[in-house]
């Protein structure tokens, strides 16, 4: 947890209430007896489950990995574990059968997760990956996995259009495979990879590219020696991005908590933005490790002083003004592209000249020690 700073969340009061969490594993054995969950039972924070590999409620068969997972967001053992959301709600779903890999698992994950959007869960965590089957003919290749042509990548691509982060494990074959399987493939979800207590990546942690040249993972979160409740009951350690997965699950609903008003595109790009190699990303660590903290209070200052800063007239046919002078601006189109990008060393912008800019919506960024806010302007000749 401090390794990505959510504890400053904490400090706030921010530890994932009102949001749902769906997990999506193999087994949650453990979690209605082991002592480390007896915080969100009492609490009644368990909203529901389902087998859905043996089509009933139970999840004691199938094994503890989902328990294990569960405990690095959910778990409370005090003074040796407390879980990246302890106050979220949840529901476990199990959609991975252990007796077997078979494609059916890829089609029981995407009915998981079409259940839970039913639900309106806020955000999925699974530490799952498919690349290999018991019948070889099934098998996926390294040219399946660009987001688009798995059943599991389709549907996990399809969560962000519906308001729901996906956390997905980036997978441990980095040192046989090397790359992340599927559904780590997908768009518009957070691929996690593992790092060590010091940053370092894990050598087991899959990496990039997908097979379209897009970064992967996106972020990354302790997954070497991560603090687990193991299928003895016990606070202990264990690797594998399926710890650093759910690790940064919990974070995501934290940070989605103190900041409700933002959507999930909005959420997972202020994380990759927060992370340390965001500018110069590679395909070992993507973006690298975010700093929620970072993400607070540089947020939060935003928020608490959006205000004191107006732009006008908007629209507009020639310029902008600014009412505060500042040090920096950059415009963005709908597509993203950047159309301007203007400092001053000695802060004395107080306008924007939009005068050979077309007609069209554009997005104004403002940035400074203690102010970060976007405007959303619209530039028409005939507001003249």
Sequence with gaps: NDLIKVNSLHQQDYTGQGLIIAVLDNGFSGVTTFSGFQNIQDNNQILGSYNFVQRNNNLDTGGTHGMSVLSTIAGFVDGELIGTAPDAEFYLFVTEDVNSETPLEESLWVE???????????????????????????????????????????????????GIIATIAAGNEGNSFHYISTPADASNVLTVGAVDQNGNMASFSSYGPTADGRIKP??????????????????????????????????????????????????????????????????HYGYGIPNFQQIFETTAIGKNTNESILVYPNPTANNIHISKKIRQYTLHDIYGSKILDISSYNADIDKVDMQNIPNGIYFLHIKAIHFNQTYKIIKNDASQ
């Design 112 to 162: 998981a997760v079409e259940r839970a959007d039913s639900l309106g869960v806020d955000i999925i965590n699974t530490s799952l990956g498919y690349r290999a089957f018991d019948d070889s003919k099934y098998n996926h290749d390294y040219s399946d996995f660009d987001g688009n042509t798995t059943f599991i990548a389709r549907g996990a691509s399809i969560l962000g259009s519906k």
């Design 218 to 283: 996106d972020v990354d979160a302790k997954g070497a020696s991560a603090t687990i409740i193991n299928s003895s009951g016990n606070v202990s350690t264990g690797s594998g991005t399926s710890f650093a997965s759910p690790i940064l699950c919990g974070a995501v609903a934290c940070l989605w908590q103190a900041f409700p008003d933002k959507n999930s595109y909005e959420i997972m790009q202020m994380i990759r933005e927060s992370a340390h190699l965001y500018q110069n990303p590679d395909n």
